[in-house]
């Protein structure tokens, strides 16, 4: 049994839904993660005691402009952001990323190339083609057979008609990582901008958007241990320049220019309280080195749940190597964790992923089967998209005997397929 000094147990006793006594196991965590006790309180207390609109002149309303502030000032803190202003809240990834795409459609001006990626989830696919009938041209940077983006076949790409990059952090059905730093650099040089989504990446590792120096960033907050929101980041003097859609009478500035009508007040409130719960998770895996410094604990907290994950996934990968009828798709090797977080595809050779899922659901395992929103990247890697894969996406409160338990549903399911194909 492998051990690991991450408080696994302190971790999924934050988690009501980890304590229902059903003995479920979440590996669906990419569709969606669990949320900490800290959140559920969090979001009734803003249902009970400030369900109001913001910006009126009363003591509520004033709570409801204060709490979207410390939101904002927490989300800034986890992204490393140089200003809260350049945080924007709202539904989703999806359509943060349809408001900058269509900004920038109309400021195309003579750089008029995108370049996108195969690996994305179409979301960050299908918005950016949109632009075409608006003079956008696209270009493709192509994921290698492995299921990785190389940034040396990103260079060729860009030239001085190259207006942006759109990329994942990771892939949300493969969970390759993509040198994002790396894209940003070679970007730049070309005088081109990178829009970054890490709505994959986020509840795995640390996101420093100094460091990266990208332009846009978006994220899901339902994936980071809050209810259902998204938020924007992006450079403040980019976010000024963008032509977005607002009412007349509402300032050209940003955040308020960003977040068009009104949101789920109660659920950004969610997301300050699942920051403060990775703060917290921090302050646990390294008591004292935090010094009260917001950032620190949670970058102890990423950094924590990275080396744990690796534990999870290099665990399953090992195992999954052992079932021959078994086809993991992307890294699978153990020496290459570094490059990919614990998102696992594959496929039992002969068996519709479809059966598979259906029979983990009757174990009591909840993964997902499908496309994964990344039809593209299926073809590429050989997958029917109609058909599709099975994913297994892991998060922090999954425990080494979850995995074993899975491995062992998946090695069954295995050994009937192996039988049939005997039997026929
Ligand atoms: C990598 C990635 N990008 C974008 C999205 C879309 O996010 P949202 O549902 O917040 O629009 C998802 C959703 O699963 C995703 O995994």
Known sequence: MVKSSFPIDWVRQQFPALNTGDNFTFFDNGAGAQVPQVVLEAVEQHLVRHNVQRGGRYGK?????????????????FLNARDPCEVAFGMNATSFIRLVSLAIADILGKRKEIILTDLDHEANIATWLALQSRGAEIRWWRVRADGTLHTSDLQPLLNDQTRLVSCAVASNALGSIVDVKGVARMAHSAGAEVFLDAVHYAPHGVIDVQDWDCDYLVCSGYKIFAPHMGFLWGKRKLLERLPTFREDFIPDEVPGKIEVGTYVYENVAGMDAALRYLQELGRRVLPGSADGSPRAGLVNSMEAIRSYEKILVGELLCRFAEIDNLTVYGIKDCGRLDQRVPTVCFNVN???????????????????DGNMYSPRLLRRM?????????????AHYNTVEEIYRFI???QAIAGHARQRAIGS
Request: glycine share 10%.
């Open 61 to 77: 309303s004033q709570a409801v402009d204060a709490a979207l502030q410390s939101a904002r000032e927490s989300v800034a803190v």
């Open 350 to 368: 002969g068996i519709p992923a479809a059966a598979v899922a259906q029979g983990c659901s009757d174990n009591a395992i909840g993964v997902r």
């Open 382 to 394: 050989g997958i029917s998209p109609e058909t599709g894969a099975v994913r297994a996406s892991l």
């Open 408 to 410: 062992d549903v998946t």
